[in-house]
């Protein structure tokens, strides 16, 4: 079994509302050094091994339900798991 974290983030193209309040916010708070916040998604997916390929299963659950391919980008790392 591995275990896939997978992030997901708007593209940079795409404007981005939530992290605009989020830094505004901040700001609001005294913390002028943040210059900018991308608001995105993260998940972790554990994923039994045998049978398909950890990889494809991912990229397909990225591309088909995890992720909006027009509007966002998704990158993932995958690492062994402790039993669960």
Known sequence: ?????????LKESVLD???KAVSNALHSLGYEEVKDVRIG???ELFIETEGRDAETVVREACEKLLS???IEDYRYEIEEALVR
């Not at 079994?1 to 983030?9: A, E, F, N, Q, R």
Request: aromatic content about 12%; glycine content about 6%.
């Open 41 to 43: 998604k993260y998940m």
């Open 17 to 19: 509302p939530q992290g």
């Open 1 to 9: 079994m591995v275990k896939v974290k997978v992030y997901v983030t």
């Open 68 to 70: 909006n391919p027009v």
